[in-house]
């Protein structure tokens, strides 16, 4: 039972810490030019940038969603779960410092991150009725990430909005922002 409760804190506490790496990747890399030289030049981020912040935001700023697409034509608004888990070693390195339940936890809550960003994201931009669509918590999220492509400065978070919370950054909803998303069938 113990390590039960241990392994599910540091789920909790590590789905938090997701929530607040995702909310500044999407804030200071895919909207704003980094000031950094380095990172302003990296050809990464720079496609990042492009990708999001002009193709993203351009295509879906006044329909949020459009018909599906076949498979392998939506890289765009896709997270690659091979590259996050990756990414996410360098953070579990750290981790193995305080806990090696959180260290090898974390690959798998960016790995289990990834999966649920990409299936409610599609589900927001390329709608398929997926098995949670009717659901009231997808429903909430759609209305949040809906905003952002209202307010690109707000709303960074897509999967679990603590980021934004923490951050300051949740936007308030007009009534016409809510006409608009009544339409869009998410309010």
């Known amino acids: 039972m113990a390590l039960f409760l241990q392994v599910a804190g540091w789920f909790l506490v590590l789905a938090v810490l997701m929530s607040l790496i995702e909310h500044q990747v999407h804030s200071r ?86 999966l649920m960003w990409n299936q409610i994201h599609m589900e927001m931009h390329k709608p398929e009725g997926r098995f949670f669509a009717q659901w009231p918590a997808y429903k909430r999220l759609a209305r949040h990430h809906y905003l952002h492509h209202r307010y690109p400065d707000k709303n960074f978070n897509v999967a679990l909005p603590a980021g934004d919370f923490l951050f300051g950054t949740m936007a308030k909803a007009s009534e016409a922002d809510w006409q608009a998303m009544r339409a869009e069938g998410i309010a």
């Open 29 to 114: 890399l895919m909207h704003k030019k980094p000031r950094h030289f380095v990172l302003r030049n990296l050809a990464a981020r720079k496609k990042m940038f492009e990708r999001h912040a002009i193709l993203h935001h351009r295509q879906y700023f006044k329909l949020f969603h459009d018909d599906p697409v076949p498979h392998g034509e939506d890289r765009g608004i896709q997270l690659n779960i091979r590259e996050g888990f990756v990414e996410a070693l360098p953070v579990s390195l750290v981790l193995a410092l305080f806990s090696y339940t959180a260290a090898l936890l974390f690959p798998v809550v960016v790995c289990l991150h990834h």
